[in-house]
């Protein structure tokens, strides 16, 4: 499923009084002749629907197969499935966001600082999945990656030094540049300005994006005029620090509902890409939490 039991008995307590409050607002939308708990129950409990949930982002398999290991129709694994996608949703959503640098005087020493505001660097990066080619002719135009060659849905996350997923944008097609989809997500403005920036190639002109910033972006290669020496050597290092966001999309590519091909409407991807935050985040939080001098 992607996680251990102990993680999954924490996020069945926490998706258990958001999933309660979606479902009273679902049961609410139109007027009723019963009061909410009439009808039909569901087949499955709350904790077979989440773990039925979680094997569907794990493996990325059908909803027949789903079905099958559950003994119920695909229909149902699939309502069940897509049911409780927007509560894990909420829940990866909560873990975004930036933490208030502590004022002049609130801190005490460098490990109590880095305990309560680890954010002092932050790195940027776009992820592309491949989707289904579209019937329309100027949708499927707009997904076609010349970066990979096919139909992509792109993403862009920014995370700490520690890897932590601050900042999530909402996917665009693929033919997008990287720089232009900075320009339109609006992380600039959410971005503390006293963090430190750092992109890949793709991301070269963020500083002119971030003028309140310290910046740092990998040299880039042009026609006629190759990297020289010192540009190359200040590439391999910039790598060794880029390695912290790849490392963290390589831990949401491990759902390979990310990973393979994305079947589905590409409207509902960031609904599915929240979905695995509220799964990787966590776990990272606790590990950078672990690792954190006492």
């Known amino acids: 499923m ?3 039991v102990s993680e999954f008995d924490e996020l069945y307590i926490k998706v258990l009084p958001i999933w309660s409050a979606h479902e009273r607002a679902r049961l609410s939308q139109r007027p009723r002749q019963r009061a909410i708990g009439g009808g039909r129950d569901y087949e499955l409990t709350l904790r077979d629907r989440l773990l039925m949930t979680l094997l569907w982002l794990k493996l990325y398999v059908n909803q027949e197969v789903l079905g099958f290991l559950f003994e119920v129709d695909s229909s149902t694994a699939n309502r069940n499935v897509w049911n409780l996608l927007p509560t894990l949703q909420a829940l990866g959503e ?3 966001g930036w933490v208030t640098p502590p004022a002049r005087g609130q ?6 600082v880095q305990a309560e505001c680890p954010d002092l660097f932050a ?5 592309e999945q491949p989707v289904q080619r579209s019937h329309d002719y100027d949708t499927q135009r707009q997904h076609y990656s010349g970066k990979k060659k096919r139909h992509t849905r792109k993403t862009q996350i920014i995370v700490n030094e520690h890897g932590e997923i601050r900042d999530v944008s909402a996917s665009t097609p693929g033919s997008g540049h990287d720089l232009e989809d ?5 992380a600039a403005e959410r971005l503390p300005p006293d963090v430190g920036v750092g992109g890949d190639a793709g991301y070269q002109g963020l500083q002119d994006e971030l003028p309140e910033h310290s910046v740092a972006t990998a040299h ?8 020289t020496q010192a540009e190359k050597d200040i590439n391999r290092e910039f790598s060794a620090l880029r390695i912290i966001v790849e490392n963290t999309l390589c831990e949401l590519k491990h759902f390979r509902v ?9 409207d509902d991807y960031d609904t599915v890409f929240r979905a695995v935050v509220a799964l990787v985040n966590p776990r990272i939080r606790k590990r950078v939490a672990a690792n954190m001098p006492t």
């Open 2 to 4: 992607g996680v251990t």
């Open 94 to 96: 909560a873990t975004l």
């Open 107 to 112: 801190t005490k020493n460098w490990t109590q």
């Open 123 to 127: 790195l940027v990066d776009a992820t």
């Open 182 to 186: 900075f320009r339109q997500s609006g």
């Open 220 to 227: 880039k290669a042009q026609r006629n005029h190759p990297l």
């Open 258 to 266: 990310l990973a393979e091909q994305f079947r589905h409407d590409v």
